[in-house]
């Protein structure tokens, strides 16, 4: 299977422009055989929804959520998802134009440059899912740095994790844009490694007021290893030839994920919530 990370800039409130991108870049992946394209976190309408106006929120089925999409190739896309009155940090996978499966962000980060709880509701499930390409999962964001969330995407059967992102740094020393892709980097080798499973992690890039976000996409396998990755800081279409394959072979050879115990996950949870009350 051949993926692309598309590595991408998006134009804060410009929603009709940010879809017209994605689908010159689809369009682009798929003549180099690309069967999934996977966007940034947010990437129709930008990140700092709460700098515009306009209201950004789209329903799963818009038009416009469905238009970043094409014949032929799957693809991840992020956008604020109007559900009822909530609004919600949400990636949609879509197949043949229309979207298969919406994952919405569970944990919304609220500290330093970040104000998510600000505008957007947390989701309350994880699923797997099928789809032509594999059993995937979706964590946005910093949704990957909840350890339980890997855990149980995997024991759902994903052999792949795609994480959309809108990580940044602030106006600082490049010292600290070193410091956070050394911390991502340690992070996704992890969940790679030790849940034995292909992460696909895909950053945007460009600006928006004093956040400027990184890049550095990157594909690591089911060895920890890291087969694709894309510059820092610049737009880029990187793709990366995957084995679904390698992931069971991975698991026969080194049996972490034989024996998860759920009942004693389950337990010790059920413990710790009494506990809180």
Request: a negative charge; aromatic letters at 8%.
């Amino acid at each position: 299977m051949r993926i692309a990370l598309a590595q991408v800039d998006s134009t804060l409130g410009d929603i009709d422009g940010n879809v017209l991108r994605a689908r010159a870049v689809v369009a682009d992946a798929r003549k180099r055989g690309a069967e999934l394209v996977v966007f940034p976190e947010l990437s129709l309408t930008g990140y700092a929804i709460g700098a515009v106006e306009a209201d950004l929120a789209l329903r799963a089925d818009d038009e416009r959520v469905a238009g970043a999409g094409a014949d032929g190739v799957a693809v991840v896309v992020g956008f604020p998802e109007r559900r009822g009155a909530r609004v919600f940090n949400s990636a949609a996978y879509l197949d043949g134009g229309a979207p298969v499966h919406v994952q919405r962000k569970l944990h919304l980060p609220t500290y330093d440059r970040f104000e998510e709880h600000k505008h957007f509701s947390a989701g309350d499930r994880l699923r797997a899912f099928d789809t032509a390409v594999g059993r995937l999962a979706l964590l946005i964001c910093f949704d990957a740095w909840q350890p339980p969330l890997p855990f149980l995407a995997v024991h759902d059967g994903a052999e792949m994790l795609l994480v959309p992102s809108c990580s940044a740094q602030g106006a600082a020393p490049d010292a600290e844009l070193r410091e956070i892709e050394r911390d991502w980097r340690l992070l996704l080798e992890f969940h790679a490694r030790f849940l034995q499973v292909y992460v696909v992690f895909v950053n945007r890039v460009g600006s928006e007021g004093d956040m400027r976000f990184w890049g550095g996409s990157m594909v690591l396998d089911p060895w920890g290893r890291v087969i694709a990755e894309a510059p820092a800081l610049e737009p880029a279409l990187v793709f990366a030839d995957l084995d679904l394959d390698a992931v069971r072979r991975r698991r026969r050879e080194v049996p972490l994920l034989k024996e998860p115990r759920l009942e004693v996950v389950r337990h010790e949870l059920s413990r710790l919530l009494e506990a809180d009350g």
